[in-house]
Each structure stands twice: as structure tokens, then as C-alpha cells.
């Protein structure tokens, strides 16, 4: 029984896990993740400047909009029948009488 015993015992000698070589499955996953948030933040960062440009264009129309209204009322304010009636009325003022008028060459 000796003989079974001894037959049976295994020496290890040389034993050694293997073991990957991690560090380069961490550097390459490490890369992987560094990629992906590059490619997420500049997404957000188009989406955000995207939403940026859409507010001024809309800003854009709107001062336009109000340039429209501030033009047609100069034109309102500036019609030579209105302005003639408040001289007339505001200030006073009336038609010169011909010996008034002199030019000047």
C-alpha cells in the first residue's frame, strides 16, 4: 500500500499561475471607456449649440419683427399731414403770408 501511496503523490516543482497580462486588457478598456465619453460629450456639446443657435434665430425674428413695427410707425410719425397738424395745433404756427418768404441765392 506504500507503493499506491508513493505512485499516487505528485510533486509540483515549477508551479506557476498563469496569469494575462492585465494591465494591457485595463489600458485597452481604459481607452475604449476614454473614446465613448469623448464621443458622448461632444454629442451633448453639438445638442447644446444646436439649442443655442435655435434661440438666436428665434431672437433673430423677433427683432426683426420689431424693426418691421418701429419702421411703419416712423412712417406714421413722419407723414408731412400729421406733422403739419400738430404745428398747426401744438405749436401755433400757420401758412407764411407772401412777404414772409425770401429767398436766398
Do not use: C
Request: aromatic letters at 8%; glycine letters at 4%; hydrophobic letters at 45%.
Amino acid at each position: 500500500m506504500s507503493e499506491a501511496v508513493s505512485q499516487a503523490t505528485i510533486k509540483i516543482t515549477e508551479f506557476s499561475f498563469y496569469r494575462p497580462r492585465l494591465s494591457s486588457v485595463f489600458v485597452a478598456i481604459l481607452l475604449v471607456s476614454l473614446l465613448s465619453l469623448l464621443f458622448v460629450w461632444s454629442r451633448i456639446h453639438a445638442i447644446n449649440l444646436e439649442y443655442g443657435i435655435s434661440s438666436l434665430e428665434r431672437d433673430i425674428r423677433s427683432h426683426g419683427n420689431q424693426i418691421k413695427e418701429l419702421k411703419m410707425e416712423v412712417a406714421f410719425l413722419a407723414r408731412d399731414e400729421r406733422i403739419e397738424k400738430l404745428a398747426r395745433k401744438e405749436l401755433g404756427l400757420r401758412t407764411p403770408s407772401p412777404g414772409q418768404i425770401i429767398r436766398v441765392e
